[in-house]
Structure formats: structure tokens, C-alpha cells
């Protein structure tokens, strides 16, 4: 993967990706959950959630346990299998001890 970011152009990411980030920013947790292939597994925050209902909890915690304002501002690997999308998250997140 490349470390070098350009800017957010989602013409150049994959449908479900973009469908992803969509859903996800408008607390649409049914939606951004129907973007993952059934056996998917995601990690975030030092916790797994494997298989739909589970990545469909974590969506719909994770978009409302804080108010965030969420700004995609770069990417890479696009024409890969593998794209990374920067987001900056800006919101009331408790303080890092």
C-alpha cells in the first residue's frame, strides 16, 4: 500500500466503499452493514466484530456514541483492492489519559 494520499475523488473508489462511507455519516447502520461480504471482519478500538450483525452494532455505535463531524479529505491506492480513505473525525471524544 502506498503511503502517499491525494485528494478525496470518489469517481475513483469502488461503489461499495463510497456506499460505505455514505451510509455510515447519515447513521444509516442497516445500509453501511449491507456493504460488508458476510463473513467480513472489521477492527476498531482494540475489538473485533465478525459477521454482519455484529458489524451492523459496531456501525450503529460507532456513528452515535459521539458527535462527530466527519471530513474525508484524501486517499490511496484507488485502483487498488486495497483503498484507504482519510477521514478526519472532528467531535467530543473523551480525553486520552
Known sequence: ???????????R???AVVAYLDAHGQYRSADAG????PGATVVDDGS????????????DRSATEYEVTRT???QSGAD????VVRVRLDG???AVR
Open 92 to 94: 467530543t471524544f473523551p
Open 80 to 83: 487498488t483492492d486495497r483503498p
Open 34 to 37: 449491507a456493504t460488508f461480504a
Open 48 to 59: 473485533t466484530y465478525r459477521g454482519i450483525d455484529e458489524i451492523v452494532a459496531w456501525v
Open 72 to 74: 474525508r479529505v484524501g
Open 1 to 11: 500500500m502506498s503511503d502517499t494520499f491525494t485528494a478525496y475523488d470518489p469517481s
Open 13 to 15: 473508489l469502488p461503489d
